[in-house]
């Protein structure tokens, strides 16, 4: 059964980081170093990058989603 419509959003990762990162100081989290886990969610391959730009040394953990996990 089709439950609904998927609709291509071209860049739609990219303009969330962008919108997250500009939502805080760059420098936020200098300094720091965060054991991120991502439990294979929806943003688990953007979420270290975000970190990592507003200054964290980031340790990810469960960034590959495969439908199982």
């Known amino acids: 059964y089709a439950l ?3 609709t291509p959003f071209a860049f739609a990762a990219e303009k969330y980081q962008h919108t997250i990162e500009n939502l805080f100081s760059p ?3 200098r300094g720091k170093t ?3 886990d991502c ?3 929806a ?3 953007i979420a ?3 970190f990592a730009a507003l200054g964290a ?3 990810p953990i469960n960034t590959r989603p495969d439908g199982y996990n």
Do not use: F, R, S
């Open 39 to 41: 439990a294979n969610g």
């Open 4 to 6: 609904g419509t998927e």
């Open 43 to 45: 943003t688990a391959h």
């Open 34 to 36: 965060i054991v991120l």
């Open 27 to 29: 420098h936020l989290l």
């Open 48 to 50: 270290p990058a975000i």
């Open 57 to 59: 040394t980031t340790i």
